[in-house]
């Protein structure tokens, strides 16, 4: 038997709407784990966010790993050794600040434990906080007080808006930072050259497994990247037009358990 690697977003994948993995999908997974088969969570939340579902799907004792913030850092489950990790220049934090400010948008970054807030927390900085279970804190000086390594930062604004602005702080910004959006509000700032797919690759040279041996689930924009390198890219029923897109197969949604149907068909049926 190959070693396989399924590799899950959190939020709209590995969760249904209410932030849950469900008995199945909690299931599922674990049968793979007890065959030996390899488990990674990928997600643009930050690490502490993602702890929950590592101790649910006790990723601590099957050896699993968390790629947080898009990819900017690699964690090993258990032993919390930090395999990779690139952070964000500094000299951007004053371009990010500034285009906030002049176009309405929310910012915010995260310390270890904290969502640290530019301006006035708005409903998605609020939201960003409340499902990584951190709290939020609005500084006064966010310049002078981000003082730590940026792994991401984020803008918020409504949905309408994203598109265009996102585009205009590529323009603005793109040579010190990947940017994208996860969800139609959130416009993420991350490491150049550093995305979801690219640390996968990392991650799997390091595990010693082959890419054809790769399953990799989304549903956001920022899945795009690892979905194409996936030996099989899976769009969730519920994922981004552009991402249905992209992807070898198309799975029931994050409401149906759709990760208990490719972990049938693509791991444990073979």
């Known amino acids: 038997m190959e070693r396989k690697a399924l590799v899950m977003d959190i939020d709209g994948t590995l969760t249904n709407s209410k932030k849950e993995i469900s008995p199945a999908t909690k299931t599922g997974i674990r049968r793979i784990l007890e065959r030996g088969h390899l488990a990674v969570l990928a997600s643009g939340r930050p690490a502490y966010g ?3 579902y590592e101790r649910e799907l006790e990723l601590e004792k099957y050896g699993g790993y968390l790629l947080s913030h898009n990819g900017a850092r690699i964690i090993a489950c258990g032993t919390g050794e ?27 970054t995260h310390s270890e434990d904290t969502v640290i807030s530019a301006f006035v927390p708005d409903r998605y900085v609020t939201f960003e906080a409340g499902i990584n279970s951190m709290p939020v804190r609005q500084v006064e000086d966010f310049l002078t007080y981000v ?8 803008m918020t604004t409504e949905p309408e808006k994203a598109a265009a602005l996102e585009h205009m702080l590529r323009e603005r910004c793109g040579k010190m930072a990947t940017i994208g959006r996860s969800e139609p509000f959130f416009i993420e700032i991350v490491p150049v050259h550093v995305d979801k797919g690219d640390s996968l690759r990392r991650l799997m040279e390091m595990a010693g497994i082959k890419r054809e041996n790769v399953i990799c689930c989304g549903d956001g924009f920022n899945d795009v990247s690892m979905i194409r390198y996936a030996g099989v890219g899976v769009a969730m029923g519920n994922a981004q037009p552009e991402l249905k897109k992209a992807a070898d197969y198309v799975a029931g949604g994050n409401d149906e358990d759709g990760l208990t149907e490719v972990i049938d068909k693509f791991i444990l049926k073979e």
């Open 50 to 52: 993602m702890r929950r």
């Open 147 to 154: 003082d730590f390594p940026m792994y991401k930062c984020f």
């Open 82 to 108: 930090v395999l990779y990790q690139k952070a964000l220049p500094p000299e951007i934090l004053p371009e990010l600040y500034d285009f906030a400010g002049k176009n309405g948008c929310g910012l915010a």
